[in-house]
């Protein structure tokens, strides 16, 4: 106990001369189709690595927070903000862009946002089905304008399932069922030839060319030409211009800001901070130092159909956020589109199977490392 006490000690009096925080946020999904699109930021805060305190802020940041994720509707008006949710999941098809937090599924289209319904139990999107898992009962949902039950099976707690865009198969340790899935129903079968997934369509994204004092966004079809002076006043340096990232929706263009990484410690008195500022594309970018936490002002993104719209996203306060959008709209219904279910692509197992790309834990820490490297190069 004797030779432990004094790194203990040390531990505790660094820790009472010692603060530290920071966050991270990076793009998680970025789905849609037609003008609406559904924002996954992953946003991360953090804390300082116990293991560093001994050192004078060592800027050693490990996540505080897991898995939340703030969420924001864009259409051809603006941009909208949802939330601060756990482990949301989106898919986008020809039927509109689909959102699942928590136990509520909630569908865009053609700029009307609606609450398709809600579930009991654990739910799981592999679109175009929800299954929603309780003690004892697995049900299926299909997802379309509306929302509807097509079945369900008792199911142990130590049975597992698959879920895949077209079947379903449910393993117990007395045997295995599988199932085709259709819209009308679930209907067991003795074996499933192909297992297949829809993937979730998803804009195409161009990182802004700044020539001439021009911001040029071109994804091979479209190109949109902004002056530069327009976006200055919302930004935090003008080396972001490089760093901006268009989404082509059909009728505009949505531009979405960087991503941020942030750190700062206090020591004595003294402070010491890092904002750095990358492409979500390139992840290229650059770092202010000695950034405090009342130097954060409000983080823009834009919609441009000919004049460019800024919105006011969220302001940073050092770990979390203050949302500045306005709240979505939330309707009870909206106009009923053609059903389309083709799946684009299929697998031989039911393994990976997913709902969306994102860039989570891994992601996060290899972002959470170029701030370390940004710092290390000062």
């Given at each position: 106990?004797?030779?432990?006490?004094?790194?203990?000690?040390?531990?505790?009096?660094?820790?009472?001369?010692?603060?530290?925080?920071?966050?991270?946020?990076?793009?998680?999904?970025?789905?849609?189709?037609?003008?609406?699109?559904?924002?996954?930021?992953?946003?991360?805060?953090?804390?300082?690595?116990?293991?560093?305190?001994?050192?004078?802020?060592?800027?050693?940041?490990?996540?505080?927070?897991?898995?939340?994720?703030?969420?924001?509707?864009?259409?051809?008006?603006?941009?909208?903000?949802?939330?601060?949710?756990?482990?949301?999941?989106?898919?986008?098809?020809?039927?509109?862009?689909?959102?699942?937090?928590?136990?509520?599924?909630?569908?865009?289209?053609?700029?009307?946002?609606?609450?398709?319904?809600?579930?009991?139990?654990?739910?799981?999107?592999?679109?175009?089905?929800?299954?929603?898992?309780?003690?004892?009962?697995?049900?299926?949902?299909?997802?379309?304008?509306?929302?509807?039950?097509?079945?369900?099976?008792?199911?142990?707690?130590?049975?597992?399932?698959?879920?895949?865009?077209?079947?379903?198969?449910?393993?117990?340790?007395?045997?295995?069922?599988?199932?085709?899935?259709?819209?009308?129903?679930?209907?067991?079968?003795?074996?499933?030839?192909?297992?297949?997934?829809?993937?979730?369509?998803?804009?195409?994204?161009?990182?802004?060319?700044?020539?001439?004092?021009?911001?040029?966004?071109?994804?091979?079809?479209?190109?949109?030409?902004?002056?530069?002076?327009?976006?200055?006043?919302?930004?935090?340096?003008?080396?972001?211009?490089?760093?901006?990232?268009?989404?082509?929706?059909?009728?505009?263009?949505?531009?979405?800001?960087?991503?941020?990484?942030?750190?700062?410690?206090?020591e004595n008195g003294t402070f010491g901070s890092s904002l750095g500022i990358s492409s979500f594309i390139s992840m290229s970018g650059f770092v202010l130092y000695d950034f405090r936490p009342e130097?954060?002002?409000?983080?823009?993104?834009?919609?441009?159909?000919?004049?460019?719209?800024?919105?006011?996203?969220?302001?940073?306060?050092?770990?979390?956020?203050?949302?500045?959008?306005?709240?979505?709209?939330?309707?009870?219904?909206?106009?009923?589109?053609?059903?389309?279910?083709?799946?684009?692509?299929?697998?031989?197992?039911?393994?990976?199977?997913?709902?969306?790309?994102?860039?989570?834990?891994?992601?996060?820490?290899?972002?959470?490392?170029?701030?370390?490297?940004?710092?290390?190069?000062?």
């Open positions: 106990m004797g030779k432990f006490f004094p790194a203990i000690m040390m531990l505790i009096l660094t820790a009472a001369l010692v603060s530290a925080d920071g966050f991270g946020y990076t793009y998680s999904s970025i789905t849609g189709s037609g003008n609406d699109a559904v924002i996954l930021i992953d946003w991360t805060p953090t804390m300082i690595d116990p293991l560093c305190a001994p050192r004078p802020c060592c800027y050693n940041e490990i996540p505080a927070d897991c898995c939340h994720y703030v969420v924001f509707y864009a259409n051809s008006s603006g941009v909208y903000y949802l939330g601060y949710v756990y482990s949301p999941a989106a898919f986008s098809s020809e039927n509109g862009t689909y959102l699942l937090i928590g136990n509520a599924v909630y569908r865009a289209h053609n700029g009307c946002f609606q609450r398709l319904g809600g579930v009991t139990g654990k739910a799981k999107l592999v679109f175009p089905y929800l299954a929603a898992r309780t003690a004892d009962k697995l049900s299926i949902y299909h997802l379309g304008s509306n929302m509807s039950r097509i079945g369900s099976i008792k199911m142990a707690q130590e049975c597992t399932f698959d879920l895949g865009s077209r079947n379903l198969i449910v393993s117990c340790p007395n045997g295995t069922r599988r199932f085709n899935l259709t819209p009308s129903g679930l209907f067991e079968v003795s074996s499933i030839d192909r297992w297949e997934f829809m993937e979730s369509k998803r804009p195409s994204m161009a990182e802004g060319k700044l020539e001439n004092g021009t911001l040029i966004f071109s994804n091979g079809s479209r190109t949109y030409r902004i002056s530069a002076n327009e976006f200055l006043p919302y930004l935090y340096d003008r080396r972001e211009l490089n760093l901006l990232t268009g989404v082509f929706m059909k009728d505009y263009l949505l531009i979405l800001p960087p991503v941020m990484d942030y750190a700062y410690c206090v130097d954060f002002r409000p983080v823009y993104a834009f919609i441009y159909g000919g004049t460019l719209k800024p919105v006011p996203l969220f302001l940073p306060t050092g770990s979390y956020f203050r949302p500045l959008a306005m709240n979505v709209t939330i309707r009870k219904s909206c106009p009923r589109p053609v059903e389309v279910e083709k799946p684009s692509h299929t697998e031989t197992s039911p393994a990976g199977a997913e709902t969306e790309n994102r860039i989570c834990g891994p992601g996060m820490v290899v972002l959470l490392s170029l701030s370390l490297l940004f710092m290390r190069k000062r």
